[in-house]
């Protein structure tokens, strides 16, 4: 069971570092994972691999963030507000994320609070599934923490390339390349439009999300600034070896649990969630006889557990689903003007 730290503070990244710092790669290091959660007010989850750390760690991070909280305080009404904010949004996170009772009665922790709590939920197939993806959220906390060191003192232009470049490098990860890769992130993103339009908001991001694009990809290039370039690269290094691992080791029977939700389960639900949308991508391919044997194959299902996995880390980050929406948009459009139309699917 993680470690939480609840910090209402406008960005929980410095007491993230400052822990990590001063305390985690001291006496944790290769044995824990860094996560932000929502349950119970705005906290920073620390999740160990060895259960054993967990109660050793908590009195020595309580004196820390303690510490840290007489010098960089939150001022009482930002937690007041944020408190109500956090309390109003519980119940419809708790179903959007299907974590258990939906009881309206939530105890919302105070500013700088530590404890030991249940683990955020996730859906997967299998026991075996759940610790892969448990092995390389620990593997890759090493270069997530390097980036969180410099990523607080990026501007707004270069952070913002710092993911695009993230969502643009992943797409080469799909076995046959960025020009089937990038088809993910058009299903998400032409997916996020469509029920905007279906639940009535009256807002045309998909004209927001162009204005800035045009504003930010500048001479349509990808910048990474200086100071995360070397960790970038590491970054990809993992990532390239992670989908090699995952692409030789993947076997249908490892995903197969008669306890949890089952791949043909999961696939009724992708159909039912995308029938109704109206963009030309899930228009086309709802009816496609051939969706099933693509969406379960082991290519597509090995590259949805990349993304997935890339996804976990988006919350250290302190992104947001519109961020994240964002992205996407700016990867598809970006591997559209490289590839000259020449695509299956554009963004409608």
């Known amino acids: 069971?993680?470690?939480?730290?609840?910090?209402?503070?406008?960005?929980?990244?410095?007491?993230?570092?400052?822990?990590?710092?001063?305390?985690?790669?001291?006496?944790?290091?290769?044995?824990?994972?860094?996560?932000?959660?929502?349950?119970?007010?705005?906290?920073?989850l620390i999740i160990f691999s060895d259960p054993a750390d967990e109660q050793k760690a908590v009195q020595e991070i309580t004196d820390l963030?303690?510490?840290?909280k007489q010098y960089q305080p939150v001022e009482s009404g930002r937690i007041a507000e944020l408190k109500q904010k956090y309390k109003k949004n519980q119940r419809v996170l708790k179903q959007l994320e299907l974590r258990g009772s939906d009881s309206e009665h939530v105890i919302m922790r105070n500013d700088g609070v530590v404890e030991i709590r249940s683990r955020k939920n996730n859906v997967f197939n299998s026991d075996y599934h759940q610790q892969m993806f448990e092995k390389y959220r620990l593997r890759l906390n090493g270069v997530y923490i390097k980036l969180l060191s410099n990523y607080e003192n990026l501007d707004r232009f270069h952070s913002t390339h710092m993911f695009i470049g993230m969502f643009y490098f992943l797409t080469s990860l799909y076995s046959e390349g960025k020009s089937r890769g990038y088809l993910s992130f058009l299903s998400h993103v032409e997916?996020?439009?469509?029920?905007?339009r279906l639940e009535g908001y009256d807002t045309d991001m998909k004209s927001e999300f162009e204005k800035r694009r045009s504003h930010i990809m500048r001479g349509g290039k990808i910048v990474i600034h200086e100071d995360v370039h070397e960790t970038m690269e590491e970054w990809k290094n993992e990532w390239l070896q992670i989908a090699e691992e995952m692409n030789t080791n993947f076997d249908l029977s490892n995903y197969k649990d008669d306890l949890k939700l089952g791949l043909d389960d999961q696939y009724d639900m992708f159909v039912k969630n995308i029938s109704p949308l109206d963009n030309n991508f899930h228009s086309t391919i709802v009816h496609d006889e051939q969706l099933k044997e693509f969406i379960l194959s082991k290519q597509m299902l090995v590259f949805r557990d990349i993304v997935n996995l890339f996804y976990l880390s988006l919350p250290i980050f302190e992104q947001s689903m519109v961020k994240k929406q964002f992205y996407a948009y700016c990867t598809v459009k970006q591997v559209e003007d490289e590839e000259n139309g020449n695509l299956p699917f554009v963004i409608d």
């Open 1 to 44: 069971m993680p470690v939480s730290i609840f910090n209402y503070a406008e960005s929980k990244i410095p007491l993230m570092n400052y822990l990590v710092e001063n305390y985690l790669e001291r006496h944790h290091r290769n044995k824990y994972y860094l996560d932000n959660d929502w349950e119970g007010g705005p906290n920073t």
């Open 65 to 68: 963030v303690e510490q840290y």
């Open 191 to 196: 997916g996020f439009f469509s029920r905007l």
